[in-house]
């Protein structure tokens, strides 16, 4: 089925060590965004991407960075893990102009990180 | 500083009662509005996009308004069903384009037999 794909699902990091969120869609969406969810707060945008090659930062950059090599792929990376990054992460995408009723946004299941 | 919040945090309710989730907006220049479904352990399922030019829109049992006006938006669920329980986040744009999001915590359904 057609949509976005998070790899890992869960994963426990100890502090200080890095890792790599990948995201894959194949939808042919030129927007990619990388979002955080916790506990009784709304999702926050930490970097999202326009294009092949592009990345920008949005609400909640500190401590990410992230790259876009391909247009399917959005890569979120920790460079040295924190416990005030236990999270759940949400990749999506979306097309840059409105089709049909809207933007095609599509969301991933989500990678649930917890950092001790 | 932009900012969406969302009345109740939480609702349950028995089958068959029409319900109305509210959603509020302090950004006046918003273009549009989106509502969202999120399963436990789940991504987010768009549901509604309602343009300003609109004002309202249907799907199947759900009707979302947008009243720029007011800062106000509302998710009209009629004859709810146990299968509607879920989380229900509305976003609104993020100032600067490119669809980026800002999202409410969300009101956390639960309709029970």
């Known amino acids: 089925n057609a949509g976005v794909t998070q790899t890992p699902k869960f994963r426990v990091l100890k502090t200080g060590q890095s890792m790599t969120l990948l995201c894959a869609q194949d939808m042919n969406h030129e927007y990619m965004y990388w979002y955080r969810q916790d506990p009784g707060m709304g999702l926050r945008l930490i970097h999202y991407s326009v294009g092949e090659g592009t990345t920008a930062k949005g609400e909640v950059p500190d401590g990410y960075n992230v790259s876009r090599l391909k247009k399917q792929n959005f890569l979120l990376g920790l460079e040295s893990a924190a416990p005030s990054q236990t999270s759940v992460y949400f990749c999506a995408s979306s097309y840059s102009t409105f089709r049909g009723s809207n933007y095609g946004y599509t969301f991933g299941s989500g990678t649930r990180l917890t950092v001790v | 500083k932009q900012e969406v919040t969302q009345i109740p945090a939480a609702l349950s309710v028995p089958e068959g009662e029409n319900l109305v989730l509210n959603c509020s907006f302090t950004?006046?220049?918003?273009?549009?509005l989106q509502w969202f479904r999120q399963d436990p352990g789940k991504g987010l399922t768009s549901l509604l996009l309602?343009?300003?030019?609109?004002r309202e829109q249907t799907s199947g049992r759900l009707n979302a308004s947008l009243d720029k006006s007011s800062g106000r938006s509302t998710l009209y669920i009629a004859a709810s069903q146990p299968g509607d329980s879920a989380t229900y986040l509305c976003?609104?744009?993020?100032?600067?384009?490119?669809?980026?999001?800002?999202f409410g915590a969300g009101t956390r359904l639960a309709v029970h037999p």
């Open positions: 950004d006046s220049a918003i273009y549009n």
């Open positions: 976003a609104g744009p993020l100032s600067g384009g490119y669809n980026k999001l800002i």
């Open positions: 309602i343009q300003s030019s609109q």
